[in-house]
């Protein structure tokens, strides 16, 4: 057996036995291989399958640290706050059964053992063979024609957010479609920008035409058609933020505005929905003027998004995991919330409850006669749209509900509104 498999063994043994903790900081690189007389070369290929495994997990600049070995080998370096929130329906929370983490594990298994590409920092506009994996890949699936060279990769949209507002003239004005999007809108203030809603002469349009409201409306194509002619004529950028286009159902598939646009549209979507949230891994294709500007600051900036996680995120989608990942998160979430909704009709008869185009969304309107706290109070998260004379509309997203826990779910939604 390889030294590194031995001393990886007597580790994981150690957790495995509670002789070291959860939270228990673990011997430094140098340390260990002082204890058992070997490199640290075979100290860091054994810490790397540990942390692979999900036994230990780094800390920048402190050290490695055990995480529950618990079912699912839960990752948590810091003692656990005790939540009283019982369920969750603000949604941003993947179902259990919605990826299969084993097997991206093996593929950050794989990556890690790149050892030369873990030497060095990634590039500021993220892996090549990644950006030529995503070209593909939005060719294929959104019609979307972009070179690798204009693709820029970072840890969610908020990152990539802050590049866009270094490159655009400050005089700029951003329209927003409403208020809801509060750290975006947040953030191009703090760059100093004039940041509008449904402002008509904007020189930067911001949308989301999948997801264009909390309640998951989204934009039908003769609306992209106007938008993309529109902008044209009056020579705004328009973003457009390609969030949840995978999970349309009551809707027919519509084309993403780059497809329809004329060079004048900021392509970008995220990897998050589709396979969990904690793999941050985003990304945007820049227009052929921008990526010149561009180009002249990337020196500046830094690449904000897992090496590591870059590198196993190109080869899951070449080895084809991607689409039938997104094939089954679309079915599994779709089936709960029709689901979740016929659950509620028939505890809340006199509701009104309306699923989203997206159908990761339900609407819910009904008579109230209690205080919107009472939903914190009886451990219940949940986005409270609209309150005035008694009634509330809430939007729910079950998604991180299990389906064994629906029924259980629903009831306390009732309670909490009966």
């Given at each position: 057996m390889k030294k590194y498999l031995k001393i990886y063994n007597?580790?994981?043994?150690?957790?495995?036995?509670?002789?070291?903790?959860?939270?228990?900081?673990?011997?430094?690189?140098?340390?260990?291989?002082?204890?058992?007389?070997?490199?640290?070369?075979?100290?860091?290929?054994?810490?790397?399958?540990?942390c692979a495994d999900g036994y230990i997990i780094s800390q920048s600049k402190s050290g490695y640290y055990v995480t529950s070995t618990a079912e699912n080998n839960t990752i948590n370096t810091e003692p656990e706050e005790k939540d009283s929130i019982i369920y969750n329906f603000t949604g941003g929370i993947a179902d259990r059964d919605s990826f299969d983490l084993k097997l991206w594990q093996r593929y950050i298994k794989s990556a890690l053992r790149q050892?030369?590409?873990?030497?060095?920092?990634?590039?500021?506009?993220?892996?090549?063979?990644?950006?030529?994996?995503?070209?593909?890949?939005?060719?294929?699936?959104?019609?979307?024609?972009?070179?690798?060279?204009?693709?820029?990769?970072?840890?969610g949209v908020t990152a990539l957010?802050?590049?866009?507002?270094?490159?655009?003239?400050?005089?700029?004005i951003i329209s927003f479609p409403d208020n809801s999007f509060e750290t975006g809108i947040g953030l191009f203030r703090d760059y100093g920008y004039d940041v509008r809603t449904r402002y008509k002469d904007a020189d930067v349009i911001y949308v989301s035409p999948s997801h264009m409201t909390r309640w998951g409306d989204v934009m039908p194509i003769k609306r992209r058609v106007e938008l993309t002619e529109y902008s044209c004529k009056k020579g705004s950028i328009v973003i457009e933020d390609?969030?949840?286009?995978?999970?349309?159902?009551?809707?027919?598939?519509?084309?993403?505005?780059?497809?329809?646009?004329?060079?004048?549209?900021?392509?970008?979507?995220?990897?998050?929905?589709?396979?969990?949230?904690?793999?941050?891994?985003?990304?945007?294709?820049?227009?052929?003027?921008?990526?010149?500007?561009?180009?002249?600051?990337?020196?500046?900036?830094?690449?904000?998004?897992?090496?590591?996680?870059?590198?196993?995120?190109?080869?899951?989608?070449?080895?084809?995991?991607?689409?039938?990942?997104?094939?089954?998160?679309?079915?599994?979430?779709?089936?709960?919330?029709?689901?979740?909704?016929?659950?509620?009709?028939?505890?809340?008869?006199?509701?009104?409850?309306?699923?989203?185009?997206?159908?990761?969304?339900?609407?819910?309107?009904?008579?109230?006669?209690?205080?919107?706290?009472?939903?914190?109070?009886?451990?219940?998260?949940?986005?409270?749209?609209?309150?005035?004379?008694?009634?509330?509309?809430?939007?729910i997203s079950p998604s991180g509900i299990p389906f064994d826990e629906l029924e259980n779910a629903a009831e306390l939604l009732k309670k909490a509104i009966v």
């Amino acid at each position: 057996m390889k030294k590194y498999l031995k001393i990886y063994n007597i580790i994981k043994s150690q957790i495995e036995n509670k002789e070291l903790a959860a939270g228990q900081k673990i011997l430094s690189v140098r340390k260990a291989a002082k204890l058992y007389n070997v490199s640290i070369t075979t100290i860091q290929n054994a810490y790397f399958e540990l942390c692979a495994d999900g036994y230990i997990i780094s800390q920048s600049k402190s050290g490695y640290y055990v995480t529950s070995t618990a079912e699912n080998n839960t990752i948590n370096t810091e003692p656990e706050e005790k939540d009283s929130i019982i369920y969750n329906f603000t949604g941003g929370i993947a179902d259990r059964d919605s990826f299969d983490l084993k097997l991206w594990q093996r593929y950050i298994k794989s990556a890690l053992r790149q050892g030369d590409r873990m030497l060095s920092y990634s590039s500021p506009q993220g892996e090549y063979d990644l950006r030529c994996a995503i070209s593909d890949y939005i060719k294929e699936k959104r019609n979307v024609v972009a070179s690798p060279d204009r693709i820029i990769v970072g840890a969610g949209v908020t990152a990539l957010l802050n590049i866009i507002c270094t490159l655009l003239d400050k005089s700029s004005i951003i329209s927003f479609p409403d208020n809801s999007f509060e750290t975006g809108i947040g953030l191009f203030r703090d760059y100093g920008y004039d940041v509008r809603t449904r402002y008509k002469d904007a020189d930067v349009i911001y949308v989301s035409p999948s997801h264009m409201t909390r309640w998951g409306d989204v934009m039908p194509i003769k609306r992209r058609v106007e938008l993309t002619e529109y902008s044209c004529k009056k020579g705004s950028i328009v973003i457009e933020d390609d969030y949840e286009n995978e999970f349309l159902y009551n809707v027919r598939p519509t084309p993403s505005l780059y497809a329809l646009g004329k060079g004048n549209v900021i392509y970008m979507s995220s990897f998050s929905a589709m396979l969990i949230p904690a793999i941050r891994i985003s990304f945007m294709v820049l227009t052929p003027e921008l990526y010149d500007i561009y180009k002249t600051k990337m020196h500046r900036l830094a690449q904000t998004a897992s090496k590591t996680e870059q590198i196993a995120l190109c080869s899951y989608i070449r080895d084809g995991h991607l689409n039938s990942q997104t094939k089954k998160v679309r079915r599994l979430y779709s089936a709960k919330t029709k689901d979740f909704a016929k659950i509620l009709k028939n505890k809340l008869p006199n509701s009104k409850i309306e699923i989203g185009d997206n159908t990761l969304q339900i609407i819910l309107s009904a008579e109230i006669s209690k205080s919107p706290d009472i939903f914190e109070s009886m451990g219940i998260k949940v986005h409270i749209e609209k309150f005035e004379n008694k009634m509330i509309t809430l939007v729910i997203s079950p998604s991180g509900i299990p389906f064994d826990e629906l029924e259980n779910a629903a009831e306390l939604l009732k309670k909490a509104i009966v």
